[in-house]
């Protein structure tokens, strides 16, 4: 880390991406130059963050699927119980419920640590089987993530932070979701781009104008000219 910007952790979608979703081509600009670490942290299945870490050709140190998989120079950690979010999956199944996914669920494919639902599924039947398995379900806005209760982006940020031998005040965080919001308590300074839901707005430091990457790129370049 350089003494001119700080380590980032930053959330992928609403964050890095734009409104439909697709990843922003200035990402490609931004974080390879970043002269501090960077971690991804999503909701995602733990491959997503390693291949965009891959493609930028940062550190891969990521934070996924709410916190259940954190990856630190070179060393993989998992929290949540898997069997039993698939157990609840199946019994939500059983009763009449649909995850929501095509055929090929790519969603859940390479999810270690939790189980996704489509938003079109049904909340309230999800709901009441995920506490009955002693399990919550958090909506990110993107999908409803059936995980371990305490299970947050933000403790993994503490992980990822102890790994590199960083203080996790140290980081900024850009995010647009209630998981992000974890992660602002945990960074030092934190900051919900305009796209983002209500928990998010009201735990960041800063809500910046602008959406979706615009509102991330504009944070980077006040951190660089200050």
Known sequence: ?????????????????????????????????????????????????????????????VIAENGGVVLADGTVSYQGDTDRAAAAAAEFVERGGDLGWPAFDDANEWRRTEIAANRSADEE???????????????????YHVKTPGVEKGAGLTSVAETLG?????????????????????????YAVANADAPARAAADIVVER????????????????
């Open 125 to 143: 039947l999800l709901r009441t089987v995920a506490a009955e398995y002693g399990l919550e379900v958090v909506d990110t806005g993107y999908a």
């Open 211 to 226: 959406t979706y990457f615009d509102g991330t790129a504009a944070v980077l370049d006040s951190l660089v000219s200050e």
């Open 166 to 190: 960083l203080d996790p005040e140290a980081f900024v965080a850009v995010g647009d979701s209630v998981n992000d919001v974890s992660t602002f308590r945990a960074a030092g300074r934190s």
């Open 1 to 61: 880390m350089t003494d001119d910007v700080p380590p980032l952790v930053l959330d992928i979608d609403g964050t890095l991406t734009d409104s439909d979703g697709r990843l922003d081509p200035r990402v490609f600009r931004y974080l390879p130059t970043w002269e501090a670490p960077v971690v991804l942290a999503t909701g995602k299945a733990f491959p997503y963050p390693v291949s965009l870490s891959h493609y930028l050709g940062i550190g891969k140190n």
